[in-house]
């Protein structure tokens, strides 16, 4: 496993979380004139109040990046239990505008956000567990490899002088059946 590799794209991941939240925002306030529910509760105009929801969004990236981390550690199939664990988490926070007392066009606007910030999430730390586990060749079978190209034995592997091939022998019976013999083999 490498785990620069792993924490190296949940930091990416987190970029892109906090952005999305800013663009969902702007998309939502400017385009759509639809106010987004904050974590808190509180609408977010553009304020202090995204920022803290990009904070968070980035947060949920890094804590999602750590859960990662420890099933590349412990578990046989990380990814798999990642995809459950995340999956729901995702689906969790989709449903969490819901739970707030607001009007139902901003939950909605939140809700679809908080479900693309999963989305992207589990998505980008799926493919980097994957890219991040690094396969170990095994050493029993092939103790070496040769480059591309590389025509000759190996030192200490040269052909001991005054060792001849085997040469194929006809057995008794072939010679008693009456075969005809030839005075060369084709075998050689």
Do not use: C
């Amino acid at each position: 496993m490498n785990p620069a590799r792993v924490w190296g794209g949940g930091v990416a991941a987190a970029v892109v979380a906090a952005l999305i939240v800013v663009v969902g925002v702007m998309i939502s306030k400017s385009l759509l004139g639809i106010r987004v529910l904050t974590p808190d509760g509180a609408p977010a105009y553009g304020s202090a109040a995204t920022t803290g929801y990009a904070i968070s969004a980035a947060a949920l990236a890094l804590v999602a990046t750590l859960l990662l981390y420890i099933l590349m550690l412990s578990t046989p199939e990380p990814n798999r239990f990642f995809g459950w664990i995340a999956g729901l988490g995702t689906v969790i926070i989709t449903l969490l505008p819901f739970m707030n007392s607001a009007a139902l066009v901003p939950q909605i606007a939140t809700a679809v956000i908080n479900l693309i910030i999963g989305v992207a999430i589990v998505s980008l730390l799926a493919s980097i567990g994957r890219t991040a586990i690094e396969e170990v060749p095994d050493q029993g079978q092939y103790p070496y490899e040769q480059p591309r190209g590389y025509d000759q034995q190996p030192r200490g592997y040269e052909q001991q002088r005054g060792y001849e091939q085997p040469r194929y022998e006809r057995s008794r019976e072939y010679e008693q059946r009456g075969y005809e013999r030839r005075d060369h083999n084709p075998y050689d």
